[in-house]
């Protein structure tokens, strides 16, 4: 069941549904969908907490530049990329592009991964408590 670690910033909107996607480095086994998944923050430490259970609902390919975003080799449209970006937790493309320059350098080739979240999925990661 792979385990997927988040920045502290992105806690609360993974915990809450607002983020029901990551963007990662390509794993030499690839998260696939249907994969369990168990998402945390500050995982390795005494501060870490289960924000989530849930399945991978879908994967894609990605690829960030300066301009623009693509998925699975197409590129996305202005609007469509506002919308991604906001479903990665970020504000806006450009906030999600300096982020991904400031952290890994552009172009940057990854994996979209995507989960659909549930109150359910939440409460148990909640009871769960920190591990």
């Known amino acids: 069941m792979p385990a997927l670690n988040f920045a502290r910033q992105f806690a609360e909107p993974v915990a809450s549904g607002k983020k ?4 990662r480095r ?13 998402l945390y923050t500050g995982q390795r430490t ?5 924000l989530l259970e849930t399945t991978c609902w879908f ?3 990605v690829y960030i530049t300066e301009s623009g975003v693509k998925l699975d080799g197409v590129a996305l449209s202005a609007s ?4 991604f970006a906001k479903q990665d937790g970020f504000d806006d493309p ?14 940057f ?14 409460r148990a990661a909640e009871a769960a408590g920190g591990e």
């Open 26 to 38: 390509k794993r030499k086994w690839p998260i696939k969908a249907g994969d369990r998944l168990v």
């Open 94 to 107: 450009l906030q999600m592009r300096a982020w991904f320059r400031d952290h890994y350098g552009l172009p």
């Open 109 to 122: 080739e990854g994996q979209l991964i995507a989960w659909k979240w549930s109150r359910g999925a939440a």
């Open 46 to 50: 005494k501060r870490c907490e289960k």
């Open 59 to 61: 994967t894609r390919d």
């Open 80 to 83: 469509e990329v506002k919308v």
């Open 20 to 23: 029901p996607q990551t963007i």
